[in-house]
């Protein structure tokens, strides 16, 4: 998404046009309440002397004038003198006529022109702010006061604005995506194994922009086009806040899915910020985990093992989160999984299959075959012999059934840490997940 300067409706635009007006000095500032365009002469302006609190060049603003901006909606806004046929300078001051509270920008010359540009980040509905257009060193003439406004930022999928740019996610939340009416859509690609269900919602304010999610297979003819009734596999559009689905994968194989997101009208806003929850999805080849529900750690919450493929060893980096800061772990793999758990590890339990399956430990070291780590603050756990987080399944393994994993082979992967905060001595394990290589 590339920056934009996005606008309100073109009615609102056309209202404010070409106007004339403008105030003499700080406290004669005409009053104005929507992004547009606002022409201006300073042929016969005088030089008021304000600053407010802007400092540097803003103190040499020369016949200069005024207006006073009420926001109509929060967002960022930019002010610039564009079209403007003299060199000037620009200030944007918080606060109702003379009395300003802080400076929100000054500028100059935004090169290589002599126009000037100003935007402020985070202005909220209401708010007033005084703007100041004048001359740098006595310039003075005819020119063009523009106001707009845009979304603060982009996030970090960018540019997902098509079908082929979808930027891959996992199973996971993710917070203030940004979207608007330029682009109109965000496009994220996901992986849905044989008999998963996935379930994807998103979290928005629709009196600003109002927001549909789709579902397509990847390759599909009709992927980002947000159309109703065609070959979506799943939608969810309503006039109200939030929306969201599920969708089970019936196919026999893995899917290759692509999740849309599309404004479908604007509000108040021509952009929003939203969040994404996404469940069940995970790359082909990862199985949904076994041992779903967990056991609770003495962080209060469930270790976790989450794996995706990946080019280093046999194909899986595996990865541990939620245990507790500053304990021991290490992982566990098995030929099977137990139908129905009953063997107490610690105080959490042995879900990799026992009776009748060969199992062992990761342990052997310094070297691949050794996943022992520690948990971080933030509660990720960490390779000691292996650097970085988590632990690449190597081609050897420390089965006597299975020494070396070949194309076809299935495996099945739980992991083991102390947890010493629960009482001297405790430990719990993690959830579980299979793959076959």
């Not at 005088?46 to 926001?71: R, Y």
């Not at 806040?241 to 849309?260: H, K, M, P, R, V």
């Not at 082909?284 to 967990?294: L, N």
């Amino acid at each position: 998404m590339a920056r934009s300067y996005l606008l309100l409706p073109a009615f609102i635009l056309t209202l404010t046009g070409m106007a004339a007006a403008q105030g003499s000095n700080c406290g004669t500032a005409t009053a104005i309440s929507a992004p547009g365009t606002y022409g201006f002469d300073t042929t016969t302006a005088t030089t008021s002397g304000f600053a407010g609190l802007c400092t540097g060049g803003a103190t040499s603003i020369t016949n200069d004038v005024f207006w006073q901006f009420t926001v109509p909606a929060t967002g960022a806004y930019t002010f610039d003198t564009f079209g403007s046929g003299f060199d000037t300078k620009l200030s944007v001051h918080d606060g109702l006529g003379c009395a300003s509270t802080a400076c929100l920008g000054y500028n100059d010359d935004v090169t290589p022109t002599l126009q000037s540009e100003v935007l402020v980040p985070n202005l909220l509905a209401g708010q007033v702010v005084l703007v100041q257009v004048g001359g740098y060193n006595g310039a003075f003439g005819i020119g063009s006061l523009n106001i707009s406004s845009s979304c603060p930022g982009e996030d970090g999928f960018e540019e997902n604005d098509t079908c082929a740019t979808a930027a891959p996610l996992l199973s996971g939340s993710y917070l203030g995506l940004y979207i608007d009416t330029t682009d109109e859509k965000d496009l994220y690609s996901v992986s849905l194994p044989s008999g998963a269900t996935m379930t994807a919602a998103i979290q928005f304010t629709d009196a600003l922009v109002d927001l549909d999610l789709f579902l397509w297979e990847a390759g599909d003819v009709n992927c980002g086009t947000a159309m109703f009734g065609s070959s979506e596999l799943a939608a969810s559009y309503s006039t109200t806040d939030n929306e969201s689905f599920f969708y089970t994968n019936n196919t026999g194989a893995c899917q290759d899915l692509i999740l849309e997101v599309d404004t479908y009208a604007a509000g108040t806003q021509a952009c929003l910020t939203y969040d994404l929850s996404i469940s069940g999805a995970a790359p082909c080849g990862v199985s949904p985990t076994f041992c779903s529900a967990g056991f609770i750690n003495s962080t209060g919450g469930f270790t976790l093992l989450t794996g995706t493929p990946t080019s280093a060893g046999a194909g899986l980096h595996l990865e541990i989160t939620g245990g507790p800061a500053g304990e021991l772990g290490y992982l566990l793999v098995g030929t099977g999984v137990a139908s129905t758990p009953t063997i107490q590890f610690g105080n959490g339990l042995l879900c990799l299959g026992f009776l009748g399956f060969d199992i062992a430990r990761y342990n052997f070291g310094p070297g691949p075959l050794n996943s022992i780590g520690v948990f971080d603050s933030s509660n990720v756990f960490q390779s000691i012999f292996n650097g970085g987080s988590g632990f690449d399944v190597p081609v050897n393994t420390p089965l006597s059934t299975v020494p070396t994993i070949s194309p076809g082979t299935t495996l099945h992967f739980q992991a083991w840490h102390r947890d010493t905060p629960a009482g001297p001595g405790q430990s719990n394990t993690s959830t579980g997940v299979s793959y076959t290589f």
